[in-house]
């Protein structure tokens, strides 16, 4: 599955740990447009594969659960009730990075 290529638009790299420092030192308006960044960004990935495997069942079936967990990801908000997905993986409690 040849996606296309995300970095080759990108004027300014985002990365998660300036995400997490730029809330910690309380510089919330730049915090804001970096997680705005990244959601556009996970929301372009999850429409350029459903995209790509758009009509082959078995590759359909193969990336239903982890286009669930990235949609799951990009939807949510920083205060809303219920349940949260903290980590792509999942694996152990350990895992949750929070932002």
């Known amino acids: 599955l040849a996606l296309s290529n995300p970095r080759a638009s990108l004027a ?3 990365h998660l740990n300036e995400v997490g420092s730029s809330y910690r030192y309380q510089q919330f308006r730049r915090h804001q447009r970096q997680l705005r960044i990244l959601r556009s960004r996970l929301g372009r990935i999850i429409r350029d594969i459903r995209r790509k495997i758009e009509g ?3 590759l359909e079936q193969a990336f239903a659960l982890p286009l669930g967990r990235a949609t799951q990801i990009r939807s949510q ?3 809303q009730r ?3 997905l903290y980590s792509f993986c999942g694996c152990r409690p ?3 990075k929070i932002f």
């Open 12 to 14: 300014h790299p985002v």
């Open 56 to 58: 082959q069942p078995a």
């Open 94 to 96: 350990r895992c949750k």
């Open 82 to 84: 219920g349940w949260k």
């Open 77 to 79: 908000q920083q205060r």
